[in-house]
């Protein structure tokens, strides 16, 4: 199962032209989880030289839809909430811990935290999914 759970997350993130332009990076996946990560450049940074919200939500986001689709089915978001924590700022890398916590028919709920290099918890993120029926290929 963890076999296909990675298949399905490369096929996917293969894909994922937003993800990848951010430098986002799988580092480990199995069914219903998975962690990604990516390094905060300055072209990520606000006005006041901290990772901007959107780009930090893009993370979870990311690590949120490989979790979701590790089942082998196309599954998109129905909607998110994140919380900021905390600031990241260029240089810090970050990584997005995304776990599964229910999964009912067609939907489901996951919970992603994003940890900067030093364990400070930035973000919390919650999402929601539903899967389209159809299968990863």
Known sequence: MAEDARRYAEIM?????????????????????????????????????????????????????????????????AGFDITFLESGKAGDELTAHAVERARRGRSGLYDVTVTRQDGTVLAEFRGRSRSLGRPIS
């Open 13 to 77: 993130l293969g894909r994922d032209t937003a993800s990848r332009g951010l430098g986002i990076e799988l580092r480990d996946v199995g069914p219903g989880w998975a962690v990604l990560a990516m390094v905060v450049r300055d072209d990520m940074l606000n006005g006041y030289e901290l990772v901007h919200g959107g780009l930090l939500a893009s993370l979870a986001d990311s690590a949120f839809a490989v979790a979701c689709n590790t089942y082998g089915e196309i599954t998109v978001a």
